[in-house]
């Protein structure tokens, strides 16, 4: 069993390098964020991203993503910080209805341009056109 563990690639595996870049990234963002305070996950600002202008059920907004427990959690924690409301849907009563808040608005814009500056370092970084490259190949693997 040695012998065949020698022989092998010392690089860490792919899994690893994204999750050493997501979490790189996500210390970036929270260090020049003015979100910082209210959105402490990346799973918040993710979150804030799914929700569309006229609400989803906490099932859409798992979808592809994350367990339906995890996004109740999220969505919980995010109601105590102001950023959600939930209110019960017209068209099922037994189903609820997520909603950003006004701050919830504003504190996605926030993000958004973050992101966007962000984004705008790590070009400058690498280059612009090997940046593109990057986004492009990573959008197509994260595509079904």
């Given at each position: 069993?040695?012998?065949?563990?020698?022989?092998?690639?010392?690089?860490?595996?792919?899994?690893?390098?994204?999750?050493?870049?997501?979490?790189?990234?996500?210390?970036?963002?929270?260090?020049?964020?003015?979100?910082?305070?209210?959105?402490?996950?990346?799973?918040?600002?993710?979150?804030?991203?799914?929700?569309?202008?006229?609400?989803?059920?906490?099932?859409?907004?798992?979808?592809?993503?994350?367990?339906?427990?995890?996004?109740?959690?999220?969505?919980?924690?995010?109601?105590?910080?102001?950023?959600?409301?939930?209110?019960?849907?017209?068209?099922d009563g037994r189903a609820t209805i997520v909603r950003r808040t006004t701050e919830g608005d504003r504190i996605l814009v926030l993000i958004t341009q973050e992101?966007?500056?962000?984004?705008?370092?790590?070009?400058?970084?690498?280059?612009?056109?090997?940046?593109?490259?990057?986004?492009?190949?990573?959008?197509?693997?994260?595509?079904?």
């Open positions: 069993m040695v012998d065949q563990l020698s022989g092998l690639d010392s690089t860490p595996h792919l899994l690893a390098t994204l999750t050493l870049a997501e979490r790189r990234i996500g210390e970036a963002i929270a260090a020049r964020s003015q979100s910082g305070d209210v959105v402490t996950r990346g799973s918040h600002a993710r979150l804030l991203h799914l929700v569309p202008p006229e609400g989803a059920r906490q099932s859409e907004l798992a979808e592809g993503w994350i367990s339906k427990q995890a996004v109740g959690k999220r969505v919980q924690e995010m109601v105590a910080a102001g950023l959600l409301a939930v209110e019960p849907d017209p068209d992101m966007a500056e962000f984004e705008a370092e790590l070009a400058a970084r690498v280059g612009a056109r090997r940046y593109r490259t990057f986004r492009a190949v990573l959008d197509e693997l994260a595509t079904p």
